[in-house]
């Protein structure tokens, strides 16, 4: 099972990973870097929407 969640601010940027954690570190390193703006990992990760398995690698980011 995967999750997704796309950037809060709405820049266009998302994320996919095989748990909600790592979803939410990962925005909230984009929305650090990106928008200078801090994010409790844990509470973005569960903002993530959970999607069927694709096979997808163990993280994603574009």
Known sequence: MTF?????????FSTTA??????GVLVM???D???D???DPFE???LA???PDEGVPT???N
């Not at 950037?7 to 266009?12: A, D, K, M, P, V």
């Not at 095989?18 to 979803?23: G, H, K, L, P």
């Open 49 to 51: 929407l959970r999607r």
């Open 33 to 35: 870097a990106e928008h």
């Open 59 to 61: 993280y994603r980011a």
């Open 37 to 39: 703006t801090p994010v």
């Open 4 to 12: 997704t969640l796309t950037c809060l601010s709405g820049c266009g």
């Open 44 to 46: 973005a990760g569960e």
């Open 18 to 23: 095989d748990s909600r954690e790592m979803v």
């Open 29 to 31: 390193e984009h929305m």
